[in-house]
């Protein structure tokens, strides 16, 4: 599904050059919750803005469904984000004068596909029903909880029913109750709709809800992590690797 080869990226710093990846290498298969870890500075967030296209970089290849994203153009890279990625950001991102309803069919729209437009608000009602929020679909982002706009953000990335959902610390504004109700809706993306996540988290709670974690540190790959199938136990190793990192 997603394959990430010797990926290298660099920042000009007046005219000095940090290298942030160092030749990252990973894969995400499709249907896996993969949440990648580390502490600030590591490139997790520069590893996710390069994935999501939104910066280039330097050398190395990024593999989408068999397409190689460096490849494209920037209209076909335009339409690759709107139509086979999806985005959770950790400040919503929800526009405040669209209804709940309205802002996640918004991708439909956008993507101008007659067929998709057409099926939006159908699409929309099931999404709603699936994470729970029907019954704000006609409130705006002002009148509902930082969990139920996390949660549209959520219905509004899968709503193009995108190739791969890519999450950028999804919790991290939202207190324990709230960030939990979003990482449900994560787990019943996976298990209702087959999605593929790749989230990028400082959050060991809602990394042990994933299959496999990636720890990253300087750049590079520190670690790879799978869930043995016990969600307290996963977060129990998860923190004791985070907290080898610092050794």
Do not use: W
């Not at 139509?83 to 929800?94: A, E, I, N, P």
């Not at 929309?124 to 019954?135: D, M, Q, W, Y």
């Not at 509004?156 to 109750?177: F, H, Q, V, W, Y």
């Amino acid at each position: 599904m997603l394959k990430v080869e010797e990926l290298r990226k660099s920042y000009l710093v007046g005219k000095k050059s940090y290298e942030v990846l160092k030749g990252i290498s990973l894969e995400v298969k499709k249907g896996e919750f993969v949440a990648v870890m580390g502490p600030s500075g590591s490139g997790k967030s520069t590893l996710l803005n390069c994935i999501s296209c939104y910066i280039g970089y330097e050398a190395g290849t990024i593999t989408l469904d068999g397409h190689k994203i460096d490849t494209l153009g920037q209209e076909q890279l335009a339409a690759m984000r709107n139509r086979q990625m999806g985005f959770v950001f950790q400040d919503f991102m929800l526009l405040d004068g669209l209804t709940v309803k309205n802002n996640i069919v918004l991708p439909a729209v956008i993507s101008e596909e007659k067929e998709l437009i057409e099926a939006a608000e159908q699409k929309a009602k099931k999404l709603c029903e699936t994470f729970g929020i029907s019954h704000i679909m006609d409130k705006y982002p002002a009148e509902i909880s930082g969990g139920e706009k996390q949660r549209v953000a959520v219905a509004r990335a899968l709503m193009n029913d995108p190739l791969i959902l890519l999450a950028d610390e999804p919790t991290g504004n939202l207190d324990s109750k709230s960030g939990r109700s979003v990482i449900d809706a994560f787990v019943m993306a996976k298990e209702k709709l087959h999605t593929t996540i790749f989230m990028v988290t400082h959050d060991s709670f809602a990394a042990s809800f994933s299959d496999r974690a990636i720890l990253l540190q300087d750049g590079m790959v520190f670690r790879e992590m799978e869930n043995p199938g016990d969600r307290t136990t996963f977060q129990d190793e998860l923190l004791a690797g985070i907290g080898s990192m610092n050794r």
